[in-house]
């Protein structure tokens, strides 16, 4: 069965520097997500994306997070001068189209660090 | 604005047993659609099962139903035969009509024991 890739599993990095999260969505989905959990915490939304643009964003998604899809596989989630409290799990999820309740399928997620 | 409350924290269940896991929400949308992810320890979220709020039969997918119940917002899932490989974070999710992004609970950490 056709899975969402993220890479790193665990990414470590020093307050103020910059890190970018990696994920393969499933290949023939156009609606893809990025949420977070912070530990202990219930999974939250960050930003949707489809057809090379931004759909919806929530509040937890300001100025120091960016999204890209740089070429036909790969969807990004950029965080710039990360701070302490971005420490959690990402998760990136992809579904085959938006609304209708499609469902939403996760990768295994990546989990971020802030030194 | 949608919220979803999942209600215990914690919960165990002797393997082969029936157990059934809370989940209420608060919406003003009539039509709307209901989620239930697991998330064992290997990490992925895994989709268990879907319900469509306009639909009033209850959704089922082999050993796991739900118990949709619309006009008190709960949304109930119920797994029977319970297995050692349901050990797992539950998470009951909702989605709107309209917006596609995913409002989840806080999570159920299910227990099962041998």
């Known amino acids: 069965e056709p899975e969402v890739t993220q890479t790193p599993s665990h990414q470590v990095t020093q307050m103020g520097q910059e890190v970018i999260l990696r994920c393969v969505p499933i290949s023939n989905h156009l609606y893809f997500y990025w949420y977070r959990q912070i530990l202990g915490q219930k999974v939250e939304f960050l930003v949707s994306?489809?057809?090379?643009?931004?759909?919806?964003k929530s509040e937890i998604f300001d100025d120091q997070f960016s999204v890209e899809r740089p070429d036909g596989s790969n969807f990004t989630l950029k965080i710039r001068s990360t701070k302490l409290e971005d420490s959690a799990m990402y998760f990136c999820?992809?579904?085959?189209?938006?609304?209708?309740?499609?469902?939403?399928?996760f990768g295994d997620g990546t989990r971020l660090s802030i030194l | 604005a949608q919220t979803v409350t999942q209600s215990q924290p914690e919960m165990s269940v002797q393997e082969a047993e029936t157990v059934t896991l809370s989940c209420t929400y608060d919406?003003?949308?009539?039509?709307?659609?209901l989620f239930w992810y697991k998330q064992p320890p290997s990490r992925q979220m895994i989709l268990v099962i879907r319900q469509e709020a306009y639909k009033q039969q209850n959704a089922t997918e082999n050993r796991f139903s739900v118990n949709f119940q619309k006009a008190a917002k709960s949304f109930s899932l119920k797994i029977s035969d319970s297995q050692l490989g349901d050990t797992a974070m539950y998470f009951c999710a909702f989605m709107g009509s309209i917006n596609n992004d995913m409002r989840f609970g806080a999570g159920t950490r299910l227990t099962v024991k041998p």
């Open positions: 999820a992809s579904s085959a189209s938006g609304g209708s309740g499609q469902p939403q399928h």
């Open positions: 994306f489809y057809n090379n643009e931004i759909s919806e």
């Open positions: 919406t003003s949308e009539s039509n709307y659609y």
